[in-house]
């Protein structure tokens, strides 16, 4: 993905410190935000990155640079990219089979549909409608849509905890994007501890585009 496509009226491009008041401070800004916004942290310190060793064994290992790659300079997204959409149980999770959807066409990166493991079966029937949508989008196209389904080992309210983990994070590499929809409502612990969002933000080795739950969400598709 070039930075042209990321500076159009499609999507908002905003940069923090990656500091929890600098992370709030985003979000504020962002509530009533029709359209995606990416969230890219720029910070002077050392990141720990995991970048994909080509061995025989095909191993991720952790490495440390000196640079942030979750800087606006050093960020894209290729046809070897992956794009993590975490999907819990929320009926507003579905509003993000749109965009990820979108980026996959416009990139080739791959979708990664990581469905959070729970008792109940909204989970894995918001995962089943995104599926829907981007098998009618590559049909209807005829484009060639990469993705794939996994279930996390977490549940709704602990899927964000775990998308930022070592684990996923070596998974994903640098060049990689997660896709979250940003809270509806602040509740009492999102007002003491920060919504799971802004914990997202501010521990992922990637950007992370949002996007607010809206009756009248700003379609990319057509």
């Given at each position: 993905m070039s930075f042209d496509l990321l500076h159009t009226?499609?999507?908002?491009?905003?940069?923090?410190?990656?500091?929890?008041?600098?992370?709030?401070?985003?979000?504020?800004a962002c509530r009533?935000?029709?359209?995606?916004?990416?969230?890219?942290?720029?910070?002077?310190?050392?990141?720990?990155?995991?970048?994909?060793?080509?061995?025989?064994?095909?191993?991720?290992?952790?490495?440390?640079?000196?640079?942030?790659?979750?800087?606006?300079?050093?960020?894209f997204l290729t046809p070897s990219s992956a794009i993590l959409v975490p999907v819990t149980m929320l009926e507003e999770e579905v509003y993000k089979a749109e965009i990820c959807t979108y980026l996959a066409r416009k990139t080739g990166a791959?979708?990664?549909?990581?469905?959070?493991?729970?008792?109940?079966?909204?989970?894995?029937r918001n995962t089943q409608r995104i599926i829907i949508h981007i098998q009618s989008i590559a049909e209807r196209t005829g484009e060639t849509i990469s993705y794939e389904e996994r279930v996390a080992k977490s549940d709704s309210f602990h899927i964000h905890k775990e998308i930022v983990g070592d684990q996923v994070m070596r998974q994903l590499g640098d060049q990689a994007m997660i896709l979250l929809t940003a809270s509806r409502e602040y509740g009492l612990d999102d007002w003491v501890f920060g919504p799971p969002e802004q914990y997202?933000?501010?521990?992922?080795?990637?950007?992370?585009?949002?996007?607010?739950p809206r009756a009248d969400l700003f379609s990319l598709c057509d």
């Open positions: 009226d499609d999507i908002r491009v905003e940069r923090c410190d990656g500091t929890r008041r600098g992370v709030q401070r985003v979000l504020d009533e935000e029709r359209r995606p916004y990416l969230v890219i942290k720029e910070q002077g310190t050392k990141e720990k990155s995991f970048e994909r060793k080509r061995d025989n064994n095909q191993d991720i290992s952790p490495t440390t640079d000196e640079t942030n790659p979750n800087s606006l300079d050093s960020w791959h979708i990664i549909l990581l469905r959070a493991n729970d008792y109940g079966s909204k989970a894995k997202v933000i501010r521990k992922s080795l990637v950007p992370v585009m949002l996007v607010n």
